[in-house]
């Protein structure tokens, strides 16, 4: 349980891992001072966040678009023009130095290729910035992996993305450079709207695939206390306040959420 806390819940600064640093607090407050609203405040909000049903709740707006294993024969539609898809980068062993591909980035590129070999249309990958200083490794394993096994692929790349707006202006260009209006674009599901909705800002059409699972979907042990629902509430609060800064920046309105 603490090793899935300190995974999750300790990566940056969230809600959740507020709440969690002021219990122990709360607690000894009672304890010396006998006050008990801040710790019954601080309790009624571990609990509920606890459930993950209401964390579900937070990214069930968010998950839009279908699933992978949902296309139908495992093509896209007529009208898409190209397939888009995301790197999260490289991870580094910390003992030993070596990098490899984010294994998520690596298993979506090749189901995007494998989507874009069936649908007989170009392939658009955007890789993330190594540590931010403007490199990208995460391309090079990309290109290696389609002249093995997607040499019938046309695959445009560009790296060195820092962000999702950089990832999107990306695609964006490459878009142009396919003449692509319309893509296909394949992500994981708390992103898919705000991705969207940045694709719509610049008039471009995206149709958010998403691959894995879809977090939101409800089960009946949502209704018991468990630190997923932390998690939840952290995916969750991260997105919409990632889409409130990107609408207070004037990178998307409200028309683009719709």
């Known amino acids: 349980m603490m090793d899935y806390v300190l995974t999750f819940l300790v990566d940056g600064l969230s809600l959740p891992g507020l709440v969690l640093i002021a219990l122990p607090f709360a607690f000894f407050?009672?304890?010396?001072?006998?006050?008990r609203k801040f710790l019954f405040y601080t309790l009624a909000c571990f609990i509920f966040m606890s459930l993950p049903v209401t964390g579900?709740?937070?990214?069930?707006?968010?998950?839009?678009?279908v699933l992978y294993s949902e296309l139908p024969d495992g093509k896209a539609s007529a009208e898409i023009q190209a397939i888009a898809v995301v790197s999260n980068g490289t991870e580094?062993?910390?003992?030993?130095?070596?990098?490899?591909?984010?294994p998520t980035s690596y298993f979506r590129f090749l189901k995007a290729a494998s989507l874009a070999r069936q649908s007989g249309l170009p392939l658009l990958v955007s890789g993330t910035a190594r540590n931010g200083d403007g490199q990208t490794t995460d391309i090079h394993y990309f290109q290696t992996a389609a002249q093995q096994q997607f040499q019938d692929v046309e695959i445009k790349y560009q790296g060195g993305a820092r962000s999702t707006t950089d990832h999107v202006s990306h695609l964006?260009?490459?878009?142009g450079e396919v003449g692509a209006s319309k893509i296909l674009l394949l992500t994981i599901g708390h992103?898919?709207?705000?991705?969207?909705?940045?694709?719509?800002?610049?008039k471009i059409t995206s149709d958010p695939?998403?691959?894995?699972?879809?977090h939101a979907a409800f089960l009946p042990t949502d209704l018991l206390p468990s630190f997923e629902g932390f998690y939840f509430w952290k995916l969750a609060l991260k997105e919409y306040v990632g889409?409130?800064?990107?609408?207070?920046?004037?990178?998307l309105?409200?028309?683009d959420l719709k």
Do not use: C, N
Request: glycine content about 8%.
């Open 172 to 175: 964006v260009k490459m878009s």
């Open 29 to 35: 407050d009672w304890l010396s001072l006998g006050r």
């Open 209 to 214: 695939v998403v691959v894995g699972v879809r």
């Open 191 to 202: 992103h898919a709207l705000r991705s969207r909705a940045l694709f719509r800002a610049q």
């Open 92 to 102: 580094t062993d910390r003992q030993i130095g070596a990098e490899a591909i984010a």
């Open 243 to 251: 889409l409130m800064k990107y609408w207070l920046d004037g990178a």
């Open 56 to 65: 579900k709740a937070l990214l069930w707006p968010l998950e839009i678009g």
């Open 253 to 255: 309105s409200i028309s």
